[in-house]
């Protein structure tokens, strides 16, 4: 079946770690989003992918990093310079164009900072 | 720059009666797309509907409506005959075009909806 998946589902970090969480498609999609939620708000955009070898900043990208080396892989890396990374990452795809494309959305990956 | 507004934190509704959920948005882009997304306690988001800038008719999924009001910019969703499964929050959403080519998604708060046996 085709999808978006996260590993992991949960995740737990001593303060002052880096940690990468995974997301893979085999949609084939052109473009790939990581989110972040707090609890009870919307979704921040952190980086994007609009192709495979380039990758843009989003609204809250300090304190993060990402690859994007394959079209079907986009990991994210939360470095020990974002200062309060527990949260909900969410990862998405979707077509580039056109603009009617939705997102498909990953299951997520809880992160918690000890 | 742009912005998408939710501003009911939580709605409750009867089982069978219909809910309207309010969205508004800004942007000075002519070329936009409107989402609803679904998630339920579970934290997968489930895309729902979708409204184009330039499109005449409001957009129906189902039990989903999207009522388009694009003077008032403004993108309420309204679900018909309200079921248990309903219970989620929802997010209204705005896609726009990027000067590179690509497109960016931008979210709204969200708005929690209990739906009452």
């Known amino acids: 079946d085709g999808g978006i998946t996260q590993s992991p589902k949960y995740l737990f970090r001593k303060e002052g770690q880096n940690v990468t969480l995974s997301c893979e498609q085999n949609l084939n999609h052109d473009a790939m989003y990581w989110y972040r939620q707090d609890p009870g708000q919307g979704l921040r955009l952190i980086y994007y992918s609009q192709i495979v070898n380039d990758f843009q900043k989003g609204d809250i990208a300090e304190g993060y990093s990402v690859s994007r080396e394959k079209k079907e892989s986009f990991p994210l890396t939360v470095t020990s310079a974002q200062k309060n990374p527990t949260a909900f990452y969410l990862c998405a795809s979707s077509d580039s164009a056109p603009i009617s494309n939705e997102q498909f959305f990953g299951p997520g990956t809880r992160l918690t900072v000890l | 720059a742009q912005k998408i507004t939710q501003t009911q934190p939580g709605m409750f509704v009867q089982e069978k009666e219909a809910v309207t959920l309010d969205c508004t948005y800004d942007t000075s882009d002519p070329s936009y797309g409107l989402f609803w997304y679904k998630q339920p306690s579970s934290g997968e988001m489930i895309f729902l509907i979708y409204q184009g800038s330039y499109d005449q008719q409001n957009a129906t999924e189902g039990r989903y409506s999207l009522n388009f009001q694009k003077a008032r910019k403004s993108a309420n969703l309204v679900i018909s005959a309200s079921q248990l499964g309903d219970s989620a929050m929802y997010f209204c959403?705005?896609?726009?075009?990027?000067?590179?080519?690509?497109?960016?998604?931008?979210f709204g708060a969200g708005t929690r909806l209990f739906v009452k046996a």
């Open positions: 959403a705005m896609r726009e075009s990027l000067y590179t080519g690509g497109f960016k998604t931008i």
